[in-house]
């Protein structure tokens, strides 16, 4: 995927979560544009402590570590990330599997150990994460990206930038734009050749030829 900008943007650039992540800010002095980018970067940056699996002692690891009848009070961020991810595997009838951690390592060839799969109860009360049945080896993989760009997005507008493209790794985008009518509308080049036109919305792809 493609994306093409205003020629006046600022651009910022910055790796994390295994991938790069691109800022790209139009109507606002260079100078504010940059600390707004760089506030959005480092928030990005605490998401991943909290939600890579691959670091050891991330609340999603620890999560994953959990035995039957064991709970974890969790980072906010954590919480909602789980909780938007278990509606959606509900909503999908489990088409969208957050749990899949194991099974992602056995593909790669690595050695996976533990019993039966748990399940995940959340008590929003107290952001509690309490597991059931056994363990649960969460690959938050599928959605992190997304969540970190909404995130961002959010903190971008509480800054009070108005347009700006957010991109994960070329496959996830999340646009603003401060007014319907006049604001810069965002595009993204398929590789088919077609494009598409971006106001406010996400955008998510992923090739075919794989999974």
Known sequence: MNETHDPSAEVFKHEAMATWFQIHITGEEPSFARAAAVEAFRLLDR??????RY???????????LYAGES??????????????LT????????????????ADQRRGL???????????LEAAANRVCCENGSVSLDLGAIGKGYALDRM???????????????????SVKTLAADADTAPRWSCGLPDG???????CALGCSGAAVQ
């Open 55 to 65: 670091q050891e002692d991330s609340e999603i690891a620890v999560i994953s570590r």
């Open 194 to 200: 077609s494009t598409l036109w971006l106001k406010n």
């Open 153 to 171: 997005a959010e903190l971008l507008q509480e800054w009070g930038v108005g347009n700006a493209l957010l991109v994960g790794g070329g496959s």
């Open 111 to 121: 050695t996976v150990s533990g019993g039966g799969r748990g399940r995940l109860i």
């Open 88 to 103: 959606l595997s509900e909503q999908t009838n489990g088409a969208f599997d957050p749990a899949l951690g194991a099974a």
């Open 47 to 52: 998401l991943e402590t909290l939600l890579s």
């Open 72 to 85: 974890f009070i969790a980072d906010p961020e954590v919480f909602n990330c789980l909780a938007l991810a």
